[in-house]
């Protein structure tokens, strides 16, 4: 045309499709797409949900009972629609259901809370069809009553969120029949972070103090450029994408954790397995204890055959669940007393110690109780309760007695007006 005039194709070769953008992707056409859930719309879940979707992987369900505000698109996936006021009318799980669709990947949009997803027989066994509910609202509140609920055909939940004022990519998927659940998951990310200075600056600093994420933080109370967020988000998308693509369901659960290094453009993803912990009593109250203590407590008893050893328990107390998850061991102080008889913890350090674990930690993880061993199989001695009652008027929680004795655990719980009747003590074989 000698430069004048334009060129234009004569008709569309190609319509959106999933197999057409699972080719684009460089992914199979032929995976069929896993039915999973979207629990919270907001800005990682959106950006997780059109992540996927543009591989042919997105949600199935969306459920929130929020409504799009102008603020919103500091860092959400979706765009505001040019000449409509406040950017998109009605609510976000309305919105994104509506995104989906234009990348030919149908959504049902659920307008309310993660609970009603489960409050009914009908409902339960309609989220048992999926292979993962994705919890991305960060809320530690809807974790715990997650982590609580139980019922056959359970999907396995996972979460995805932003740590210490948006310092950390955090992502846990649950292991079979929620053991680890998503709050034990949380409890042993804390022990991680703890451990690591350059994760425990970020996650536990003053900045990350200041702000409550997960409870009422959104764009405008907590503040963050979108390409921060979304450096994470395709890593989060990405670590959900290969779950979803596994070719069998795995056989616990994991942890991951990331971080933007000092250049502000480099990552560093760190992964962690986490096979089922040991669960010691029932409905009333549960001792969930993570392998790594299981392991640590039976190769301290083996350290001294023939006599009681101990030391200090650390880990959190699940108030929703009335649940204890132990992550950590203090050792007995050099002062301590083993005996085959009894065993008498010191106090030699021991102060030092704990406000170390609190420092570290930021207050995340703290001392549940003690434990001890008996010789033989046997449930909390009388010795037991009373001490568990002193240790009680010492502290604003339920203290926790762990007994490991050859074939188990047992445990005994104490409140501040004293021993809880029997329920709350339990037994469960190794």
Known sequence: LHGRGDVRLCG??????????????????????PRWALLGCGSVGSKIAVH???????????CDRAIMSPHNYARHALLPEPGVRGGVPGYKADALAHALSGFRQEASARVCGAEELWNTPESRADLSGCSLVLHTTGSSLLREIISAQAWEGRPRFGEAHLLGAGAVAY??????????????????????????RDLRQRVFSAEAEAIDIGQGCGALTFPMPDDRLATFAAGLGRTV?????????PAAGSIHLGRVLDDGLSQSWTQVEMAPWTVVGGDAVSVRISPRVDAEIRSAIAARPGVE????????????????????????????????????LGVEGLRQ????????????????GTWHNHLVPSGPSALDAATATRLALRQFFPVLMLIAHPEGYSFLTAELNGVVPEEALGEAAE
């Open 12 to 33: 569309v070769r190609d319509d959106v499709s999933v197999p057409l953008l699972r080719r684009a992707s460089g992914y199979d056409a032929g995976i069929s797409r």
């Open 52 to 62: 996927l979707a543009r591989v042919g992987m997105g949600p199935s369900e969306v």
């Open 171 to 196: 992502a846990a998927f649950e292991g079979p029949n929620a053991n680890p659940s998503l709050s034990d998951l949380s409890a042993e990310s804390y022990r991680i972070v703890a451990g690591d």
């Open 241 to 249: 994408l290969q779950r979803l693509t596994a070719e069998a369901e």
């Open 309 to 344: 050893t101990g030391g200090v328990i650390v880990g959190r107390y699940s108030q929703i669940g009335n649940t204890f998850q132990v992550v950590d061991l203090l050792p007995a102080p050099p002062d301590s007393v083993f005996t085959a008889e009894r065993f008498v």
């Open 353 to 368: 110690s704990v406000r170390r674990l609190l420092e570290d930690g930021g207050g995340s993880l703290y001392v549940l």
